[in-house]
């Protein structure tokens, strides 16, 4: 991460870490996970596993988004922000 001069400053390094939580397969984002999160957004590509992942966990919450964020360790804000990035109904 200190490699990278981060353009966007505070805003591209949130999205980054978001993207990268969504992305990670456990609780604890790695170095692979950010690595991966940011060539993904540099690279401009809908992450497909980030979307499996919200759509998993707001199935298990039934469609509620608040348990399915809480679930995910994101906020409702950034369920709704991966949602739209990746044009699914909300």
Same mark, same amino acid.
Do not use: H
């Given at each position: 991460?200190?490699?990278?001069?981060?353009?966007? #400053?505070?805003?591209?390094?949130?999205?980054?870490?978001?993207?990268?939580?969504?992305?990670?397969?456990?609780?604890?984002?790695?170095?692979?996970?950010?690595?991966?999160?940011?060539?993904?957004?540099?690279?401009?590509?809908?992450?497909?596993?980030?979307?499996?992942?919200?759509?998993?966990?707001?199935?298990?919450?039934?469609? #509620?988004?608040?348990?399915?964020?809480?679930?995910?360790?994101?906020?409702?804000?950034?369920?709704?922000?991966?949602?739209?990035?990746? #044009?699914?109904?909300?």
């Amino acid at each position: 991460m200190a490699s990278r001069t981060w353009p966007g #400053n505070v805003r591209e390094l949130r999205t980054a870490l978001e993207r990268a939580l969504l992305m990670s397969e456990g609780r604890v984002i790695g170095e692979r996970d950010v690595r991966r999160a940011c060539s993904e957004e540099r690279a401009g590509r809908r992450d497909t596993l980030a979307l499996e992942r919200v759509e998993e966990a707001l199935a298990q919450a039934g469609g #509620n988004k608040s348990r399915a964020a809480q679930a995910l360790g994101i906020s409702r804000f950034s369920l709704y922000r991966a949602l739209a990035r990746s #044009n699914v109904r909300a």
